[in-house]
């Protein structure tokens, strides 16, 4: 069953931007680390963004820092991940995640994001 619901994928051209959005209910959201994986194909998957809904803390993988932008709303259980200048080899299938040491582990289905040149 379906824990965390991902929105926004699209396709866009080289330097747009888009906005991923990631709700799910408060006991996977609340006090947790959440953030965004991507796979291409291919390719393992990556972390390429991460915060702590408890006091905000985050990590960004080096090939989006500048560009990616992750925040969240916790009145609505949301984390986003603003994306801009985006790139090609930003193309990938785009997933949130939930995660807490000795918790489970969540996963939402995915979304994809294709950036043509």
């Known amino acids: 069953q379906v824990q965390l619901v991902e929105s926004g994928g699209g396709s866009v051209q080289a330097g747009g931007s888009l906005r991923l959005s990631c709700v799910g209910p408060s006991y996977i959201y609340s006090n947790r680390h959440m953030g965004w994986f991507r796979q291409a194909p291919g390719k393992e998957r990556e972390k390429v963004a991460s915060?702590?809904?408890?006091?905000?803390?985050?990590y960004y993988v080096d090939s989006v820092k500048g560009r990616f932008t992750i925040s969240r709303d916790n009145a609505k259980n949301t984390v986003y991940l603003q994306m801009n200048s985006l790139k090609p080899e930003d193309t990938a299938m785009y997933y949130c995640?939930?995660?807490?040491?000795?918790?489970?582990?969540?996963w939402g289905q995915g979304t994809q994001v294709t950036v043509s040149s």
């Open positions: 995640a939930s995660w807490k040491v000795n918790e489970n582990n969540y």
């Open positions: 915060i702590y809904t408890g006091n905000g803390f985050t």
